[in-house]
């Protein structure tokens, strides 16, 4: 079976941090670019960060640059989006998301989601 589990998330206070993991599973994600998501209910979704295959190509949402950072362990099938210096607007559900190409496409795998709270 073709997974994504993710991890981490929870309640922290403004300017704190937090680590998401995205763990592959049934597939190879090296494979694979990954995406991080994030939704507020009534509003969008927001494309976060992204990360191509082999690593060698980051994307940051202007919102978010400078205080996120996307890697990968290509050995161990898993994404990580470490998050400093959170802010009350960065209270949302956080989705990772797996697509073959780096800039195009659609991603063909979701995980299932983890909330991040930010208190003021």
């Known amino acids: 079976e073709v997974q994504l589990v993710q991890s981490g998330g929870g309640l922290v206070q403004a300017g704190g941090s937090l680590r998401l993991s995205c763990a592959a599973s049934g597939f190879t994600s090296d494979d694979y670019a990954i995406g991080w998501f994030r939704q507020v209910p009534g509003k969008e979704r927001e494309g976060v960060s992204c990360?191509?295959?082999?690593?060698?190509?980051?994307y940051n949402a202007d919102s978010v640059k400078g205080r996120f950072t996307i890697s990968r362990d290509n050995a161990k099938n898993t994404v990580y989006l470490q998050m400093n210096g959170l802010r009350p607007e960065d209270t949302a559900v956080y989705y990772c998301?797996?697509?073959?190409?780096?800039?195009?496409?659609?991603?063909?795998?979701w995980g299932q989601g983890t909330q991040v709270t930010v208190s003021s």
């Open positions: 998301a797996a697509r073959e190409n780096w800039n195009t496409g659609t991603y063909d795998y």
């Open positions: 990360i191509s295959s082999n690593a060698d190509s980051t």
